[in-house]
């Protein structure tokens, strides 16, 4: 059973296995819609281009109609990945969103510790968002995130749920510059009680999530038809490493568990790009993971928008591919949003 939980439990991450990917959320972290992940998630002071407030809350006033946007993704390995998300402003100052992502692997093949076929499992985590934010001047604006998390991994071991808090800031230095600031999963965290598989030999252990300091730019050029984003990202998070050794005790040896207490930083750099070549027409692409330490870890992506107007709606159709890391190979996404 021990196995079988752990497989699970890695399975579910829909990242590869580096150090920073095994951390509570990976999923969440991936991104959000076609537009993000084609330039990078560099998004954090993107408001020229209704960029997502998942990005940032601050962005939400930027927001230029009511919009529904649905995204899905293709991978392989059995995984899967979705976005939801409805988004409108409140004039004059203000902006709200709303949605929703889902991850999951399925077709899990599980086996006893003989090999022999035991069942077909599958996971499943979600992230609902809720983004405000306002304009407090002619140049800034804030914005408050509240994400709820979920993780189903086993049927015998109770989901996990959390509550995050993101908080964002956006300056506006010149007509094409803007500044973003945002951090993201305050207060998240995963707590485990395995005592409904393991009986008296489970235990309860607390995830805690990267704490994220996100700051980047945004910049406009060839009279506003193009922008370039770039983006730096600092992570903090605790764990708990575990050790035992072998001490004498009554003159027998005894295991003896020891816990420290770790705290883990990494950093990485993304850059992204946008132009439009016509009116209903857009290129995109980016690279994320920069400087994430391992050469092969280095995210390129590439997409593309056309856009129609039906009716008194106007549809946005959006292509994006992503090379995932350590050879697993290319995530393809599509996305469809619909101004009201």
């Not at 998004?43 to 995204?71: C, I, K, M």
């Not at 995984?79 to 399925?106: D, K, M, S």
């Not at 016509?278 to 590439?302: N, T």
């Amino acid at each position: 059973m021990t196995c079988r939980l752990l497989c699970l439990s890695l399975l579910a991450v829909l990242g590869t296995a580096e150090v920073q990917a095994q951390a509570a959320g990976m999923f969440s972290r991936l991104g959000f819609g076609a537009r993000g992940i084609a330039m990078s998630n560099a998004l954090v002071a993107d408001a020229f281009g209704d960029a997502s407030p998942y990005y940032n809350p601050a962005l939400a006033p930027f927001t230029s109609r009511q919009h529904l946007e649905a995204s899905a993704a293709f991978l392989s390995f059995d995984r899967e990945l979705q976005f939801l998300q409805f988004a409108a402003p409140l004039r004059p100052r203000a902006g709200i969103a709303a949605g929703l992502i889902h991850a999951g692997v399925g077709d899990i093949d599980g086996r006893d510790l003989s090999g022999y076929h035991t069942d077909t499992y599958s996971t499943d985590e979600f992230a609902f968002f809720l983004a405000f934010g306002t304009r407090i001047g002619p140049r800034a604006s804030v914005g408050v995130g509240l994400q709820l998390f979920r993780s189903d991994y086993v049927a015998l071991l109770d989901p996990a749920m959390t509550i995050g808090i993101d908080l964002g800031l956006t300056v506006r230095l010149t007509e094409a510059l803007r500044l973003g600031l945002a951090v993201d999963d305050l207060l998240a965290r995963y707590t485990w009680d395995t005592s409904a598989l393991y009986d008296d030999s489970g235990t309860s252990a607390t995830d805690a999530f990267p704490v994220r300091l996100r700051i980047g730019g945004a910049y406009r050029l060839m009279e506003g038809r193009a922008q370039i984003v770039a983006e730096y990202e600092s992570r903090v998070r605790t764990a708990e490493l575990r050790t035992v050794r072998i001490d004498l005790i009554g003159g027998l040896p005894r295991p003896v568990a020891q816990t420290q207490d770790l705290r883990l930083h990494d950093a990485r750099l993304r850059l992204g790009a946008e132009v439009r070549l016509a009116e209903p027409f857009a290129l995109r692409a980016g690279i994320d993971r920069i400087g994430d330490g391992a050469v092969d870890a280095a995210m390129p992506s590439a997409g593309f928008m056309v856009e129609q107007a039906v009716g008194r709606l106007l549809a946005r159709a959006e292509y994006t591919v992503v090379r995932q890391p350590y050879g697993t190979g290319a995530m393809h996404l599509l996305a469809l949003r619909l101004f009201l």
